[in-house]
Structure formats: structure tokens, C-alpha cells
Nanobody, 118 residues
């Protein structure tokens, strides 16, 4: 069972990045897919966005609403996070998470670094 994030990197303020999360060893159609992030100074990962299954309902943290868009492709077993109008405050390691209702199964990726700097 693996979740592998990709797409991170260095981007200037106001720029965009698209993160991808590829799952293997299980089918994401049974899982809520979400993104979290953690900065070097924080002790916890903070919630960024989730897309549910079933239903495909989405929810976002207040500070990314209107700038980020989460999506999922159950056929390709992937989830994505489109990030627009990035600011320095978005700099963090971004983690993909797959979890079932009730958290009977809960998987995390290894993270991908996003750095927003001029």
C-alpha cells in the first residue's frame, strides 16, 4: 500500500502548482482523499482540503478557499491539488492522505515540498 505525492517545487508568489497523489495497493474509490501540510515551525499537519467518497464533496481550509482545488480520478487511482495564487504562507511539505469513514484504514504519503519564494 503506497501513496506517492509529486508536483512540488519552487514557485514565485502568485504562481501555481499542481500536486498529484498516486495510490497503489488499494482502490481510492473507497476512501476520502485529502491533503494536509506541515511547516518546519509547526508540530502538527494542518488540513488543507478533502474530497469525499462517495459523492465527491469537497471542503477546504479557510485560507485556501478560492485558490486551491482538490479533485480525484478513481479510474486512475489518483488525487490532485491545484494550487493557484500561491503565497509565502503556503510554503510547507504537502501530504496526501487516504482514509475510510471511521478511519478503519488510514494511509499517508511521504510528502512533497512546496516553496513559494521570489
Amino acid at each position: 500500500v503506497r501513496l506517492v505525492e509529486s508536483g512540488g517545487g519552487l514557485v514565485q508568489p502568485g504562481g501555481s502548482l499542481k500536486l498529484s497523489c498516486e495510490a497503489s495497493g488499494f482502490a481510492i474509490k473507497e476512501y476520502h482523499m485529502s491533503w494536509y501540510r506541515q511547516t518546519p515551525t509547526s508540530q502538527e499537519r494542518e488540513f488543507v482540503a478533502v474530497v469525499t467518497s462517495p459523492g465527491g464533496y469537497t471542503r477546504y481550509a479557510d485560507d485556501v478557499t478560492g485558490r486551491f482545488n482538490i479533485s480525484r480520478d478513481n479510474l486512475r487511482n489518483t488525487a490532485s491539488l491545484q494550487m493557484n495564487n500561491l503565497t509565502a504562507e503556503d510554503t510547507a511539505v504537502y501530504y496526501c492522505r487516504a482514509v475510510t469513514t471511521g478511519r478503519s484504514s488510514n494511509y499517508w504519503g511521504q510528502g512533497t515540498q512546496v516553496t513559494v519564494s521570489s
